[in-house]
C-alpha cells in the first residue's frame, strides 16, 4: 500500500506541514511520520533507524549543533576542525534578495539559504537571466527567506536562525566539466562512518547509490532510486571518511555531506535528519541495522 506521503503531491505536503505548525512536537511527529511511511512510530521503545531520528528531535536539544546547520557560521567550525581550504568561499550575503549587486558577482554562482534545505538555485550565467527568471527567483527567494525551517519536520537545530540568501562560487571538476558535481554522504555515528551514499545526475533525475566503508555497492533504496549504472570510487575516499570522522565525533548521528572537486576534498553541510527522519530504507532490514548503530544513551 501506498503511503499518503506518495499520494500527496510534494507541494502539498509541504504547505500541510505548515498549516500544522500550531501543533506540538511529539503529536506533529507521529502525525506525520504516518503520513509519510504509513507506519505508526513507536517513541517509548524506538528500534527503526527512522524512528531513533524521531527521538533524537524530542530528547537530544544540543544548542550548539545550531550553529552547524547554519551555512555561514558553519565555515568557522569547519576551518577549525579541518582546515579553511575544504569550504566553499562564500561571495556575499544579503537579508532580502532585493538586497543582491549582481554587478558585484561573477557570472557563475551559487544562491541558497543558509538556514534551509532545498533552496539552492544555481546561477550558470548571469548575463543571460532574463526578466521572467529573475522574477522566479525573487519569488522564490522571498519565499524561503521567510519560513523557519524548524516547523517542517521539527528539526530542531535549524530553528530560530536567521536567515540569509548567500552566494558561493561556481565549482567545476575539471575531469567532468559538463556534468553535475557528485556528492559523498557520509552516515556517522558518534565519529564513526558506517555507510555514504552517492548522488549523481542532479541536473536531471537525483539517483542515490548506497557503499560501504570498502567502496562496496550495496543494495538499498532510499529516496531516490538507484542509478543503475558503475560509480567511480572518488580519488580521495580515505581521506573524506578521515574528515568525516573529525566532524561528526562526539554525535550520535550525523550525515557529513563531502565533494572531491579537482583534487580536493570539500564540504557541504551538516544532516542531522536524513530526510527529516521521515524516509524508510528498503530492505527493512536496513532501518533496523542503521538503528542498531545510534546509541540513545551516548551525549
Not at 547554519?70 to 581550504?85: A, F, P, S
Not at 537525483?206 to 560509480?231: E, R, T, Y
Request: charged share 30%.
Amino acid at each position: 500500500m501506498k503511503s499518503l506521503k506518495e499520494i500527496m503531491p510534494r507541494n502539498l505536503s509541504r504547505k500541510a506541514r505548515m498549516w500544522l505548525s500550531f501543533l506540538p512536537d511529539a503529536p506533529y511527529i507521529r502525525l506525520f511520520y504516518y503520513v509519510s511511511t504509513g507506519r505508526h512510530i513507536n517513541l517509548k521503545n524506538p528500534v527503526l533507524f527512522s524512528e531513533k531520528q524521531q527521538w533524537l528531535k524530542l530528547h537530544k536539544i544540543h544548542p550548539e549543533y545550531r550553529d552547524l546547520v547554519d551555512k555561514l557560521k558553519v565555515n568557522e567550525h569547519v576551518n577549525h576542525c579541518i582546515g579553511e581550504d575544504h569550504v566553499f568561499p562564500i561571495l556575499g550575503k544579503w537579508k532580502a534578495f532585493d538586497e543582491i549587486d549582481f554587478d558585484t558577482l561573477p557570472d557563475r554562482f551559487v544562491l541558497k539559504c543558509n538556514h534551509d534545505s532545498g533552496s539552492t538555485k544555481i546561477i550558470r550565467d548571469k548575463q543571460k537571466l532574463s526578466k521572467e527568471e529573475l522574477a522566479k527567483l525573487k519569488k522564490h527567494f522571498d519565499y524561503r527567506v521567510k519560513q523557519d525551517y524548524f516547523y517542517a519536520s521539527r528539526e530542531y537545530p535549524c530553528k530560530g536562525i536567521e536567515p540569509y540568501i548567500i552566494a558561493q562560487q561556481f565549482m567545476v571538476d575539471n575531469a567532468h566539466p559538463d556534468s553535475s558535481i557528485e556528492d559523498y554522504k557520509f552516515f556517522c555515528f558518534n565519529g564513526e562512518p558506517k555507510l555514504m551514499f552517492v548522488a549523481s545526475d542532479r541536473n536531471v533525475d537525483v539517483k542515490f547509490d548506497f557503499f560501504d566503508m570498502d567502496f562496496n555497492w550495496l543494495d538499498i533504496q532510499n529516496i531516490h532510486p538507484n542509478s543503475g549504472k558503475k560509480i567511480k570510487k572518488p580519488e580521495h575516499f580515505e581521506e573524506m571518511k578521515e574528515i568525516a570522522a573529525k566532524l561528526s565525533k562526539g554525535i550520535p548521528f550525523v550525515r557529513i555531506d563531502l565533494y572531491d572537486i579537482n583534487g580536493t576534498v570539500y564540504f557541504g553541510e551538516y544532516t542531522f535528519f536524513h530526510g527529516g527522519g521521515f524516509c524508510l530504507f528498503h530492505p527493512m532490514e536496513w532501518e533496523r541495522k542503521l538503528g542498531d548503530w545510534i546509541h540513545l544513551e551516548d551525549n
